[in-house]
């Protein structure tokens, strides 16, 4: 995959358990002061780079924990702990495949959680709906979703 800022690089893999990546600047979002909050630019930055990852094929699947999500001294996002990443290909047939594109709106919902945690005043009446918005399949997917995840957890 080519370079993406905002992602550590990834330099080896030492077992199942361990990987080797670039140390990554700043703090965790969950040890930030007051005065350290992200600000609406902020959250535009970490859509965007999710919506890399994903043009990629890679899904993150753990963003709802900000100690995942680090803010540099220039107030860009990084994410980091990629354990519970999964890749397009690992859902490629029919039935999976609507697994994983909830895997992607899920992604985007943490995001919209953590700016409603962090950054209020910057939330959209837009993202508040798509945030409340469930489907009538809703609960099956999640539950095949918790369950394909545990799965993977394992595995990796």
């Keep these: 995959m080519k370079r993406i800022k905002g992602i550590p690089v990834i330099y080896r893999k030492i077992n199942s ?19 350290e909050k992200p600000d609406l630019e902020f959250f535009q930055k970490l859509t965007s780079l999710i919506q890399g990852c994903h043009r990629h094929g890679t899904v993150y699947c753990d963003l709802k924990r900000s100690f995942n999500i680090m803010i540099d001294e220039f107030g860009d996002p990084y994410i980091v ?36 945690r962090y950054c209020p005043e910057g939330i959209t009446d837009e993202e508040k709906e798509n945030y409340a918005h469930r489907s009538i399949a809703e609960p099956a997917t999640r539950a095949i979703r918790d369950v394909a995840r545990r799965c993977l957890q394992r595995i990796a």
């Design 17 to 35: 358990m361990a990987l080797v990546i670039s140390k990554v600047p700043g703090k965790d979002l969950e040890h930030l002061s007051e005065k």
């Design 81 to 116: 702990d990629w354990a519970a990443a999964i890749m397009s290909e690992e859902f490629s047939i029919y039935p999976l495949r609507i697994i994983y594109k909830r895997f992607i709106e899920d992604d985007f919902k943490a995001v919209i959680k953590l700016k409603m």
